[in-house]
């Protein structure tokens, strides 16, 4: 039969280890490289999915999974980049979640939505539709996080 104080120790160092994790990423995700290139890479998927370029996908897939932790912890969050990565860490982190009917997280139900139209429009190789709905992600996304930075006051450090 296990010891139950030595389940609960290794409970606590994981939950340490990911603690530690988590705040690694986001000290790293601050970084306004990190955060800006994100923003980029939006068109180059859908760019990548219209023209049917694969391996250019992949590789935008791969860097968007391995960008928050690409790039070093900034010396300085002084730029709204930073302060937009930070205000999102600390909106989570008091339980507020990202999708709900609500001002400001009904921006990202839209951004969903226009997520949806540039996926499907490049997928059937309509560019109207691709060039709308992707403006749209990044229009909707901007707006959230520039309503979270106000909102958490994380601009005012």
């Keep these: 039969m296990a010891d139950p104080a030595s389940a609960d120790s290794s409970t606590v160092d994981?939950?340490?280890?990911h603690a530690r994790l988590e705040d690694t990423f986001w000290r790293r995700h601050s970084?306004?490289?990190s955060a800006g290139t994100r923003f980029a890479v939006t068109p180059v998927l859908m760019y990548a999915i219209y023209h049917r370029k694969w391996r250019l996908l992949a590789a935008a897939v791969t860097f968007t999974v391995v960008n928050p932790v690409l790039f070093r912890e900034p010396k300085n969050t002084d730029n709204w980049f930073s302060e937009v990565v930070l205000a999102e860490e600390a909106w989570l982190a008091e339980g507020k979640g990202t999708t709900d009917l609500g001002y400001p997280n009904v921006l990202n139900l839209l951004?969903?939505?226009?997520?949806?139209l540039a996926l499907?429009?490049?997928i059937r190789r309509?560019?109207?539709?691709?060039v709308v709905g992707t403006a749209g992600i990044i229009v909707f996304k901007t707006w959230w996080v520039e309503a979270i930075r106000r909102r958490?006051?994380?601009?005012?450090r």
């Design 111 to 116: 951004n969903g939505g226009f997520g949806a």
């Design 152 to 156: 958490t006051g994380v601009s005012e």
């Design 31 to 33: 970084n306004p490289w």
């Design 126 to 130: 309509k560019p109207v539709g691709t």
């Design 14 to 17: 994981q939950r340490s280890l």
């Design 120 to 122: 499907a429009s490049a």
